[in-house]
C-alpha cells in the first residue's frame, strides 16, 4: 500500500520549544516538499528536497529547517524562532522535481499552547 | 515573477446550479494542473492539461486550457454537496509548481 503518511495528525507546541513533524513516504519519488497553509488560505512553500542530501528554501523558510538523509523521509522542524506557528502542514512528494504531479499526505496541525 | 489569480476567492451555491473557477497566469504555461482539498483533507491532484485549447472531462467536471495557455477553468456542472471543497490550479513557476489561493465552494442542499 503505497503512500505518503504524516505523524502526528495533530501536534501542541509550548512556548519556545522545538517540535519535528515527521512525513515518510513508500512511492520511490525523488522530490519532497513541505507546505504550510493557514485556515482559508492557499498552499505556501517552506522547503523541498530534489533528492537525498539537498534541500532548497521556499517562500517562508524562516523559523523551520528540514533534513533529507533518506530517500523516504523529510521531516520539518518548527523552531522557536518561527512565532506563529499555529497552521496546517502538509508534505508532498513527486517522482522528479518540477512541475510533476504531487500526492499529498494527509497532514499534521500544529497548536501552539 | 510568476502571478497566478485565481477566482473567485469563494462561490456559496445552490445542489443543482452550475459552478466555474478561473486560474489565471501573468506568462505562458508548459502546463496546468488542478487539485481538490476536502474541507480537513489534503490536495488530491484531478488532472493535467498540456495542449493549447484542451478541454477534458471527468464526469460532471471539465476542464480547459486557454488557446494562449495563460489561463485556464473547472466547470462543474449541477453541483452536489460531495463536490464541496477548495479548488487549486497549480502551475509552472521558474520549474517549480506554484499553487493558486484556491476556490471554495460551497453547496447547499
Known amino acids: 500500500d503505497g503512500g505518503i503518511t504524516q505523524s502526528p495528525k495533530y501536534l501542541f507546541r509550548k512556548e519556545g520549544q522545538n517540535v519535528t513533524l515527521s512525513c515518510e513516504q513508500n512511492?520511490?519519488?525523488?522530490?519532497m516538499y513541505w507546505y504550510r497553509q493557514d485556515p482559508g488560505q492557499g498552499l505556501r512553500l517552506i522547503y523541498y528536497?530534489?533528492?537525498?542530501?539537498?534541500?532548497q528554501k521556499g517562500d517562508i523558510a524562516e523559523g523551520y529547517s528540514v533534513s533529507r538523509e533518506k530517500k523516504e523521509s523529510f521531516p520539518l522542524t518548527v523552531t522557536s524562532a518561527q512565532k506563529n506557528p499555529t497552521a496546517f502542514y502538509l508534505c508532498?512528494?513527486?517522482?522528479?522535481?518540477?512541475?510533476?504531479?504531487?500526492?499529498f499526505g494527509p497532514g499534521t496541525r500544529l497548536l501552539v499552547l | 515573477g510568476q502571478q497566478v489569480m485565481q477566482i473567485p476567492q469563494y462561490q456559496h451555491v445552490q445542489e443543482g446550479e452550475d459552478f466555474t473557477t478561473y486560474c489565471n497566469s501573468s506568462?505562458?504555461?508548459?502546463?496546468i494542473q488542478w487539485y481538490k482539498q476536502r474541507p480537513g483533507g489534503h490536495p488530491v491532484f484531478l488532472i493535467q492539461?498540456?495542449?493549447?485549447?484542451e478541454v477534458k472531462k471527468q464526469k460532471r467536471l471539465t476542464f480547459q486550457f486557454g488557446e494562449a495557455k495563460k489561463n485556464s477553468s473547472l466547470h462543474i456542472t449541477a453541483t452536489q454537496t460531495t463536490d464541496v471543497g477548495t479548488y487549486f490550479c497549480?502551475?509552472?513557476?521558474?520549474?517549480?509548481?506554484?499553487f493558486g489561493g484556491g476556490t471554495r465552494l460551497m453547496v447547499k442542499p
Open positions: 508532498a512528494s513527486s517522482k522528479l522535481a518540477g512541475i510533476e504531479t504531487q500526492y
Open positions: 512511492l520511490n519519488h525523488d522530490a
Open positions: 528536497s530534489q533528492i537525498v542530501n539537498d534541500f
Open positions: 506568462t505562458t504555461l508548459s502546463n
Open positions: 492539461l498540456v495542449k493549447s485549447g
Open positions: 497549480a502551475l509552472d513557476a521558474g520549474n517549480m509548481l506554484t
